[in-house]
């Protein structure tokens, strides 16, 4: 049964950073596309996630407001995938959803609606 297990939120001041983790039982996550998503306070899930990573590394794939300050990678041993941010500002507040695409595009897309299985999220605060 497939389980994905976010971890690594906090409360941060800004310019600080955090690291994300999206950790799965049930498969083997390098075989499938895995995005990021923010849900900011009040609001819905963001239709577009901040970041994603292709299957097997082949892309990545960044949010206008993230770009050279968000990371993704993947660590095989742990089945697991990481989202590094840096310099966070008080708008990347907000629950981090990761998420499984099991489409058979090729590249990954931060788009929500190719994506099937979430997990339950973990709250990022950025304040001083």
């Known amino acids: 049964q497939l389980q994905l297990v976010e971890s690594g939120g906090g409360l941060v001041q800004p310019g600080g950073s955090l690291r994300l983790s999206c950790t799965a039982s049930?498969?083997?996550?390098?075989?499938?596309?895995v995005g990021w998503f923010r849900q900011a306070p009040g609001k819905e899930r963001d239709g577009e996630g901040v970041i994603c990573i292709g299957k097997r590394g082949r892309n990545i794939d960044y949010g206008d407001s993230v770009k050279g300050r968000f990371t993704i990678s993947r660590d095989h041993a742990k089945n697991s995938v990481t989202l590094e941010m840096n310099s966070l500002q008080p708008e990347d507040t907000g629950v981090y959803f990761c998420?499984?695409?099991?489409?058979?595009?090729?590249?990954?897309?931060?788009?929500?609606?190719?994506?099937?299985?979430w997990g339950q999220g973990t709250q990022v605060i950025v304040s001083s």
């Open positions: 049930g498969l083997t996550l390098d075989d499938y596309h």
């Open positions: 998420a499984l695409d099991r489409g058979f595009q090729f590249f990954c897309s931060r788009m929500m609606s190719r994506y099937s299985d």
